[in-house]
């Protein structure tokens, strides 16, 4: 069974600092792009960042570039977003993903976890 299960939000203060984690099973990992997109109450889902199977390649949206830094690791099965210098306006439900495209160059969300709620307080 594939699992995506994501942790690490909370509530922090604007220019504060949170890491979350996915842990993944139930699938070939080092095959995939994985990716974290976000989705705030009355807004539509944006993606936020990607990794490539290898870790080579990355990908930010713009809003967070220079602020949020992703990373895995193959032998644990995890992907995680350091993110620094948060806002108010990244308060959202955060969803780790998997792009089922194995020959995917770019990020894909076909299959995602339960979330995990960031809330940055201004």
């Known amino acids: 069974e594939v699992q995506l299960v994501e942790s690490g939000g909370g509530l922090v203060q604007a220019g504060g600092s949170l890491r979350l984690s996915c842990a993944a099973s139930?699938?070939?990992?080092?095959?995939?792009?994985i990716g974290w997109f976000r989705q705030a109450p009355g807004k539509e889902r944006e993606g936020v960042s990607c990794?490539?199977?290898?870790?080579?390649?990355?990908y930010y949206e713009d809003s967070v570039k220079g602020r949020f830094t992703i990373s895995r690791d193959n032998a644990k099965k995890m992907v995680f977003l350091q993110m620094n210098s948060l806002k108010p306006e990244d308060t959202a439900v955060y969803y780790c993903?998997?792009?089922?495209?194995?020959?995917?160059?770019?990020?894909?969300?076909?299959?995602w976890g339960q979330g995990t709620q960031v809330t940055v307080s201004s």
């Open positions: 990794i490539s199977g290898s870790g080579f390649s990355t």
């Open positions: 993903a998997v792009n089922w495209d194995v020959a995917a160059t770019t990020c894909g969300y076909d299959y």
């Open positions: 139930g699938f070939n990992f080092d095959d995939y792009w």
